[in-house]
Nanobody, 123 residues
Framework: QVQLVESGGGLVQAGGSLRLSCAASPDMSSIYCMAWFRQAPGKEREAVARINRDGSRTYADDVKGRFTISQDYAKNTLYLEMNNLKPEDTAMYYC?????????????????WGPGTQVTVSS
C-alpha cells in the first residue's frame, strides 16, 4: 500500500515555471512505476510523464523539452518540473503509482492515485 499527496500547483503566467511534488508514504521502495497525469475540464485524463524504477523516463509529445520528471528516494518524493508553461497546460495534475508493473501509461493501469493539485496558466 502507498499513499500519494501532490503539492506545488498554482496560478502562473504563460512562459512561467512550476514544480510539482508528490510525497509517497510510507516510502517509494515498493513502487515500480510512477507518473504524472493531468485532466482538464471536459477532457479525459492523460499521461504527461512516467518514470520507472530504473530511472527511465517517457514524456507526452506536447511536453517534451518543457517538463522534467524526477524522483528522490531519500525524500520519497516524485517531482515534475514544468517550464515554458502554456495556457493549454491548465489542468488538475495527478500523481500515480503502481507496485507491480513497469512501463505503464494508461490511467487504468495504475493502482494508486493522489487527490491532485490544480495548475492554471494565464495568457
Amino acid at each position: 500500500q502507498v499513499q500519494l499527496v501532490e503539492s506545488g500547483g498554482g496560478l502562473v503566467q504563460a512562459g512561467g515555471s512550476l514544480r510539482l511534488s508528490c510525497a509517497a508514504s510510507p516510502d517509494m521502495s515498493s513502487i515500480y512505476c510512477m507518473a504524472w497525469f493531468r485532466q482538464a475540464p471536459g477532457k479525459e485524463r492523460e499521461a504527461v510523464a512516467r518514470i520507472n524504477r530504473d530511472g527511465s523516463r517517457t514524456y507526452a509529445d506536447d511536453v517534451k523539452g518543457r517538463f522534467t520528471i524526477s524522483q528522490d528516494y531519500a525524500k520519497n518524493t516524485l517531482y515534475l518540473e514544468m517550464n515554458n508553461l502554456k495556457p493549454e497546460d491548465t489542468a488538475m495534475y495527478y500523481c500515480a503509482a503502481d507496485l507491480t508493473s513497469w512501463m505503464l501509461w494508461k490511467p487504468s493501469e495504475f493502482g494508486y492515485w493522489g487527490p491532485g493539485t490544480q495548475v492554471t496558466v494565464s495568457s
